[in-house]
């Protein structure tokens, strides 16, 4: 008995030491919610854009200063370098019929105006016959003049009649002028004017014909004595007379009929780019040609990039159009280069030039001009968003402004940041390798923008904005 009422003393105890504490404990916990809010701090959406070095560095932006400058907008045709009618490319072809007994050209060497090429062996009779008459005539010659001078002072003495040297000067008048007949008849049948000398100066007949490389002067010559002015020859065109042996047409003891050709020349000084355009373009370039613009040729360059080469003046359109293409083809005159040249152990040169013919290229031709836009490559203008976007380094003092409100709003950097702010922008032209953007109140000459990496940026300033990274900061409370 004594028991149970000891455990029952002991309930009724516990019980009202329960009921003083749990009022003091209640107050606790409410003090506790009191001092431990829900921090309900959101993140910022900020108008910058931060970046680490090493991100800079990993997306490899480089900075452009803007300034405005004219673009020509311009129309992209495909082309193909090919040679200057009647000028490029040509043929020399032996002079007389005959056999080939030394060829001393090789492919690929350079020769000049008077280089000896080939050596044929004359086979044409009527040659040989005009030669032995030649010698006939001058042998008579010489009899006469000499005759004449032994019976000269005798006339005149009255030792021998006077009717005898007359008939000398007769016969010395008829066979000068047969001499000049046979002269002027091997050299039109092809004896090389140096060996028709050396058969009157030496008595010898010239059975083999050295073939030289004529001289263009030569050509332009006997065009102005026929009042003849090649249509295709302008001082920018006319070859130099240097030229390239491209192909051996003959062999030595191969005959030849006077006229065949012994080899294929080129002269690759100058050339033409060949550029393809369809009706509506014709138009742009004919006034572009009117107005003297010129035209710049892009190549493809060594590793896959671009070679420009500005400058260069349209020469014609074709009044025809190509039946299979339905284009016209329009002609831009384009100086080669010499690359380099090479010599053999026999002193032969060799050149190596920089456009070849068949070459692929394409010709940009301006059809109107903007006038005073920021021109940025394409990397630099972010389109996949509503509006296109360049990303500006700001300026001292928007970054001064930008870095008091970060102040106030108690955020720290927890390492320097490399800032952009996006800028939409107008674009007024692109292309495939640039992009023309009108100034304005946030972009003006002299900004620094991001010339590459605007689409990564924008891809990081969309993330920033919907809360999903960027730039981050350490919250002090």
């Known amino acids: 008995m004594r028991i149970v009422l000891s455990l029952l003393a002991c309930l009724v105890v516990g019980l009202a030491a329960g009921l ?14 009191v001092a431990a809010p829900e921090d309900d701090h959101e993140d910022h959406a900020e108008p910058f854009i931060g970046l680490s070095q090493a991100a800079y560095e990993t997306l490899g932006i480089r900075l452009q200063t803007l300034a405005p400058e004219p673009y020509d907008v311009t129309i992209r045709l495909p082309a193909e370098v090919v040679e200057l009618p009647g000028l490029s490319a040509g043929k020399l072809a032996s002079p007389v019929a005959g056999v080939v007994t030394d060829v001393l050209a090789m492919p690929g060497m350079t020769v000049e105006p008077g280089d000896a090429l080939f050596v044929v062996r004359v086979i044409d009779e009527r040659v040989i016959e005009a030669q032995l008459e030649l010698l006939t005539a001058l042998t008579r010659l010489e009899n006469v003049e000499s005759e004449l001078s032994r019976l000269g ?48 100066s030496e008595r010898t007949l010239q059975d083999r014909l050295v073939v030289r490389l004529p001289a263009p002067q030569q050509q332009a010559e006997q065009a102005t004595a026929m009042a003849v002015r090649p249509a295709s020859w302008t001082e920018a065109d006319r070859p130099s007379g240097e030229s390239t042996v491209e192909t051996l047409l003959v062999t030595p003891g191969q005959a030849v009929a006077r006229g065949d050709a012994l080899c294929e020349l080129a002269h690759h000084r100058q050339l033409y780019l060949a550029a393809r355009a369809f009706a509506d373009e014709v138009d742009q370039l004919s006034q572009a040609a009117e107005a003297g613009q010129t035209v710049t040729a892009e190549f493809v360059a060594a590793g896959g990039g671009r070679e420009l080469r500005p400058g260069l003046p349209i020469r014609y359109v ?10 016209y083809l329009a002609y831009v005159a384009l100086p080669n280069e010499l690359l380099r040249e090479t010599r053999d152990a026999q002193g032969r040169r060799y050149r190596t030039w920089r456009y070849k013919v068949g070459q692929r290229a394409h010709v940009r031709a301006p059809v109107r001009r903007i006038e005073g ?90 993330s920033q904005q919907e809360g999903g990274g960027g730039h981050h900061h350490d919250h002090d409370h």
Do not use: M, N
């Open 153 to 200: 002072p005798l006339a005149q003495s009255g030792a021998v009649a006077q009717r005898r040297p007359l008939e000398l000067e007769y016969e010395k008048r008829e066979l000068s002028g047969q001499i000049d007949r046979l002269s002027q008849e091997l050299i039109v049948r092809g004896l090389p004017a140096e060996q028709l000398e050396k058969l009157r």
């Open 20 to 33: 003083w504490f749990r009022p003091a404990l209640d107050g606790w916990r409410g003090a506790q919610e």
């Open 318 to 327: 074709a009044g025809h159009v190509d039946p299979e293409t339905q284009t």
């Open 373 to 462: 836009g920021f021109v940025l490559p394409p990397e630099a203008v972010a389109t996949d968003g509503p509006e296109p976007l360049v990303f500006r380094k700001p300026t001292f003092q928007e970054h001064a402004a930008h870095a008091a409100e970060e102040a106030a709003a108690g955020h720290d950097h927890v390492e320097p940041y490399i800032e952009f702010l996006p800028v939409p922008v107008t674009v007024l032209h692109r292309d495939a390798h640039r992009v023309v953007v009108a100034p304005g109140d946030l972009l003006r000459a002299g900004s620094q923008t991001a010339a590459t990496g605007a689409y990564p940026l924008y891809l990081a300033f969309k």
